[in-house]
């Protein structure tokens, strides 16, 4: 098996495997490319169906490409869409022109992901984080426990053995499952161009500028960049020297960012 | 990687080999494994200028000198006490292949850690401190290594520019640990003498140690056969489910651990001893295939009915795997209750899972100094090694480890707490 075949089979695995062990899984879903792919790696594992909803935390400040292509291939896949947004904060008036990105992160975020899983009483979900984004992402594992608040703990992850998860845990606890997490990002450019996934344009340069990550519109940069095409995108990065989420200010407010946010909650 | 761009394409699955190799780097802490991790990304100009330059401005702040170990060790936790909490996996790269480096944790609180880091690799670097020699956890990794059947043992003789370089300190360590890991029957593909802090022989040879003439670290990591061969045994297939959404059909689904698995075979499932024909192995947005081989997770569908559940195991009768009730295997026990004689278990065997009780425990072993510990054989502590009998409430596909290593290993779960790794010896 080459290498993207190695990892596919890996991920739907993973998927099939919390589809047996969950009562009521979803997958998040950001239509950015790494949980695009995991959509896709779904309907592989169920041979076209994705047998659980498919959900969007819904900051309200994403960039319209996006809502576009929401709307467009929760159709056209047939997806169960739930969009979840936290209305107290909105109405609140939490946003990037009164809030620093940390705040906003957590609120539109973390907070309103807990409120989804409070209703909807999901106890397995799947998040499309890779290792290679962050340090503390590197230390995740692929069923990873979060307790009732939402509180990670990384001293004490349960083993991981030959593919033997940790499937039961007590009430309260929802467990992240992360069927990337050994993806890089050029493995997941590589297996977009391999299975012709539909991507947002942003992603690809106009004006000389890209998209290499997708957030919130105001805190989000795009880099320099020529590639318009998924060719010259594997290219570009094959050499590149930045950092993925370099673009993303909420990573670099001020230090140990992503494992204060990621200690609350945050994905 | 031509001529792809559009549909998916089968060209692509069978040219590229599967080319990245699993590495993981063990022994006791503060003997210089995240150090080593660090040097072999910056030599191997694996490291992001960004995150060189995030990590250097931390040292500033924190008034520390510059160390390569802040560079896996991402947790404020770990940058402050420093010692690594968690397993960091970390991708480099020589002209050969991709190396995926697993740092695990050196200190015993975190063993558990290192035995899940460990356990996934294809390759482990054993570190040992030229200046303090074998201490606990040295002798304790290198038996769970060989438990978790890790062929190619790599041991590495750090911290040599402490020790002036000393040729009779190096050929006492390799003295001392050969003898040990004589006792574990392993044998370690090489011992090399480094400095993971000065950077002698971990890419680059240099001139502090003229009288070894052995490999570097990176000449031997790159000899190393990377090819697997579980796709030469036999097909053991474990369902892991079977699936009937909207269409008649039902897809029997789940990994191949081992072998090989063709349209038109049939099929043994047991322990039901159910049969059928494979009529296709199915997959969406893809051709259909005529074969499929270990690692790959597939589904198929079969002629006629065929009514079986997840954890029956797929294998052809010509080669049949053993199927019963109990049998003997090595385990590590990674509880904070014991195990004890008597008591009941979940055991997992590939998509298995089954009560079963420890009728037995043959021999208990402390895993650093393997001196028996136990003389009335009715606990195994953690941190320990233990032969056990196991006894199960129904029957149980197997293989011995040293036959089928996929289905000849499980895990033990008490409490819901995935709690002891095992081998099996024998029926």
Redesign the interface.
Known sequence: ??????L???S??II??A??KFKKPAMLWSMGKDSCVNVWLA???????V?FPVVHIDTTFKFPEMYAYREHFAKEWGLKLIVGVNQAAKDRGVSYANNDAVTVCHEMKTVALQQMIEKEKWDGLFVGIR??E???R??E?YFSPRNIDFEWN??D??????N?F?S???PGTHVRIHPLL?W?EVDVWNYV????IPLVDLYFAKNGKRYRTLGCQPITKPVESNADT??KVIEELKNT???ER?GRDQDHSQ??AM?KLRAKGYM | MSG??????DA?????????LRIVFVGHVDHGKSTLVGRLLHETDSI????LEYVKQ?CV?RGVKFEYAFL?D???EEQDQGIT???????FKTKKRTY?VIDAPGHKE?L??M??GA??ADAALLLIDAKEGLREQSKRHATILSLLGIKNIIVIVNKMDLMGYSQENFNKLVSDYTNYLKTLKVTPKAFIPISAYVGDNVVMRTSQMPWYSGPTLIEILDSIDSHKDAATRALRFPL??V?R??SE?R?F???IESGRLKKGDEILFLPSKKTAVVSAI????APEPLEA?A???I?ITVEDQLFVE?GEVGVHASAKPLVGKHFRANIFW?GEEHLAKGKTYQI?LTTQEIECKVKNVVRVINSSTLDEVSKDHHEVAKNEVAELELEFKKDIVFDPFNEIQ?TG???L?DN???SG?GIILQA
Request: hydrophobic letters at 30%; a positive charge; zero cysteines.
């Open positions: 098996m080459d290498h993207l075949s190695a596919e089979s890996q739907i695995f099939r495997e589809y047996k309907r592989k594992a169920f041979f076209g169906k047998p290792r290679d962050d340090g503390t590197a230390k594992k990384y001293k992850q349960p083993p991981e053995l030959w033997q940790q039961d845990y007590d050994e890089t161009k391999r299975e012709n998924i060719d020297k930045i950092s370099v230090r140990y494992q | 792809i761009n559009g549909n998916a394409s692509l699955r069978t040219v590229t080999p599967a080319s990245e992001l200028p960004q995150k931390i702040d896996l991402a947790l404020e909490i968690d397993v960091s996996q970390v991708l995926r975190f558990k850690n035995i899940s356990s996934s892991q489910d699936y959404f909207d059909k897809y689904s789940g990994r199915e997959r969406w947005n081989e690692g790959e997770s589904g997840r990674m997992k996929e290993r499980f895990v779960v819901k707490r995935v790794g």
